[in-house]
């Protein structure tokens, strides 16, 4: 082995070895360093509020926490996706019962949103 | 009740060593935002997760264990103090430390170089390690000393890839330079250590090991 080999060699050696025996922080330093972190621990109502899980949140948030959170919200979307979709393209079921209400003399006045973009796009 | 065959006692270390191995699975972040919404335990836990690495790091750029005392409680203070504006996503508290760690040990290395040669303390706590019996004690003292004389942004490179074991992309980041810049400040590192450890393989007692 050539003396710049044994060199490197020698050198990971001792990186090796310093993984394994970097000195270890004091007793002391470790009741300065906790001493510190509790010293500086928020508290107060911000940090009590935090800890509820409440505070911070904006009006926004406060809202969706009011009526249960994200799941939901994303009941909701669904409930307004199948609304919008059931407006548009009712079903036999729906007609029947609007129907019922509206009289068996009565059309139900739908509107074709497919149609009406459909001609738009080729007017250009 | 008792599980069968075992003891109050064993139950209790059983107990506790459950909490360990599920305390050290949670992340420093998720710790910190917990100490920020006042959670003693979590201060408890970073404190012992962080001060070890943080001290280690500050010793190696330093060589004296006092002083990296102080750099450490001066870094781990800042970030008890950002705690309640942590921004998530952003960086590893641990990596924010190494760099708040080397800002504040290049801080005093400067004031070191400023007050005169006849006043700059030895570079290893412990000079009395010419007459330590303990070999390991001699080659971790002349791998300091080493490191002592290296520019600080390569003491800083090597330090942190080949004693803390991060990769160029973490340490990239704590440096803020490019992995491309990691890579040539370590291997610059490297030449001038082994440069300066060489021919003093017998001195460390290398020359039985097939070095």
Redesign the interface.
Known sequence: ?T??K??????E???E???F??????D???D???A???E????GPE??D??SGVGKLGLFGQIINAIGGWPAVAGLATATVAGVWIGIYPNDVVSDVMAQYSGDDSDLYLVDISTSIGSLFEEG | MHEQGKSASQMDISRKNAKDSVDAEIPDETLLVLYANGDEDAARLLTQRLTPKVFGHAYRLLGDRAEAEDVSQEALLRLWKIAPDWRQGEAKPSTWLYRVVANLCMDRLRKRRSVGLDEIAEPVDGAASAVETLQNTARMDALQNALGILPDRQRQAVVLRHIEGLGNVEIGQIMEISSEAVESLTARGKRALSAALAGRREELGYQDDGY
């Open positions: 082995m003396d710049i044994k060199d490197d060699a020698v050198l050696a001792l990186f070895a310093a993984i025996d970097t000195p270890p922080p004091s002391r330093l470790m300065r360093v906790l510190d972190a509790l500086t621990i928020p508290t940090a009590a935090k800890r």
